[in-house]
């Protein structure tokens, strides 16, 4: 994600035109936004398993709710930028609302080194997203998301978690 947030300009070249160029920037608020639709609709598989589909269409109603309202308020203002801030603010506001419907029905919680994890991803994100709005595309810009992706796989690996899920690709590996 912050690879893709990092070079929005060649991307946007590469698999449009160039024609498409001014809404390049607009990657830097839709990714991470991204990011948590997909933690949302993780959190949620267990209310769709176990067939708790009322809770299920009213989360996706919410997030639909509060995007459409959003965008309707802060497009004629911002224009594009402002229906992505509306999206980001959709999807954010939903993964919080997922996790307090799952854990009123299921004994969910949310662990240290799930919130340390998030965190950290967070971080990385926000890193790049101030790099890509502060600094034109060029080697400066991916030197700080490079930099600032080190930083956060090294910070990474000092999980235990982290660490024994390498340990068992590379056996995995070894004995292919």
């Not at 969910?108 to 971080?123: C, D, N, S, Y």
């Amino acid at each position: 994600m912050a690879a893709i947030m990092a070079a929005g300009e060649p991307i946007v070249w590469l698999i449009l035109s160039g024609k498409f160029l001014p809404v390049a920037p607009l990657m830097l608020l839709f990714v991470p936004a991204e990011l948590m639709r997909i933690l949302a609709e993780t959190i949620a598989m267990p209310l769709l398993a176990r067939r708790r589909l009322k809770a299920f269409t009213l989360l996706f109603a919410f997030q639909t709710a509060v995007f459409v309202g959003g965008a309707a308020l802060a497009l004629p203002r911002l224009g594009l930028t402002g229906a992505a801030i509306a999206y980001g603010a959709a999807t954010t506001l939903a993964a919080i609302a997922t996790f307090a419907t799952c854990r009123a029905h299921f004994p969910l919680k949310f662990e240290g080194r799930t919130a340390v994890a998030l965190v950290r991803a967070l971080l990385l994100l926000g890193v790049v997203m101030f790099a890509g709005s502060t600094m034109m595309f060029g080697w400066g810009r991916l030197l700080v998301a490079a930099t600032a992706t080190i930083i956060w796989l090294g910070w990474t690996l000092t999980d235990e978690g982290a660490r024994g899920v390498l340990a068992r690709l590379r056996e995995r590996r070894e004995v292919q």
